[in-house]
T-cell receptor, first 115, second 111 residues
Framework: DAGITQSPRHKVTETGTPVTLRCHQT?????MYWYRQDPGHGLRLIHY???????DKGEVSDGYSVSRSKTEDFLLTLESATSSQTSVYFC??????????????FGPGTRLTVT | EDQVTQSPEALRLQEGESSSLNCSYT??????LFWYRQDPGKGPEFLFT???AGEEKEKERLKATLTKKESFLHITAPKPEDSATYLC????????????FGKGTSLLVTP
């Protein structure tokens, strides 16, 4: 158990509304990530963080923003939700596995439906 | 551009019937290759990290190998509880530790 929780686990929202997903870790890891998983696309990186207030964009960052004001929390915000953002969202944390590698451990996911 | 291709997309095996899953990759500077298992409705579960060509890792009925172009996940005498989607991901030296995932292989093992 990597000590990662995500909230909410399920959410249904309407197009145009803002939505915030929360990832919380208890392991004090430096690196945190947000991915989305869609049929036919696999897991794709949205944003990641390499420290408090240090974030960067991933492959599919348009329409998303993130914030990290504490080591243990990484928030993903959909500024104005669209139907194309219906997906399962996973948070991940990483720690060094040696040789400069950072193995990632995933949370349980949030299923978001935008109607 | 980095690419990770997994094959087959789906595989059905009888219990005890050994087989292999393939992960082909193209990356400019491989830092590492990762295998994950994902059960329905759950997050990916870390299995192995492979660092360099020729390396092998084992865990119970699973064995992962790595060459300069591909990785194999060998499943020996599988059991129904091995049914899951197996994901491969690569990490490039320039990626800031981000992972580039393949689309996965869905494995079903029948009794």
């Amino acid at each position: 158990d990597a000590g990662i929780t995500q909230s909410p686990r399920h959410k249904v929202t309407e197009t145009g509304t803002p939505v915030t997903l929360r990832c919380h870790q208890t392991e004090n890891h430096r690196y945190m990530y947000w991915y989305r998983q869609d049929p036919g696309h696999g897991l794709r990186l949205i944003h990641y963080s390499y420290g408090v207030k240090d974030t960067d964009k991933g492959e599919v960052s348009d329409g998303y923003s993130v914030s990290r004001s504490k080591t243990e929390d990484f928030l993903l915000t959909l500024e104005s939700a669209t139907s194309s953002q219906t997906s399962v969202y996973f948070c991940a944390i990483s720690e060094s596995g040696g040789r400069g590698l950072y193995e990632q451990y995933f949370g349980p996911g949030t299923r978001l439906t935008v109607t | 551009e980095d690419q990770v291709t997994q094959s087959p997309e789906a595989l059905r095996l009888q219990e005890g019937e050994s087989s292999s899953l393939n992960c082909s990759y193209t990356v400019s500077g491989l830092r590492g290759l990762f295998w994950y298992r994902q059960d329905p409705g759950k997050g990916p579960e870390f299995l192995f990290t492979l660092y360099s060509a020729g390396e092998e890792k084992e865990k119970e009925r699973l064995k992962a190998t790595l060459t300069k172009k591909e990785s194999f996940l060998h499943i020996t005498a599988p059991k129904p509880e091995d049914s899951a989607t197996y994901l491969c991901a690569v990490q490039a030296v320039y990626s800031g530790y981000a992972l580039n995932f393949g689309k996965g292989t869905s494995l079903l093992v029948t009794p």
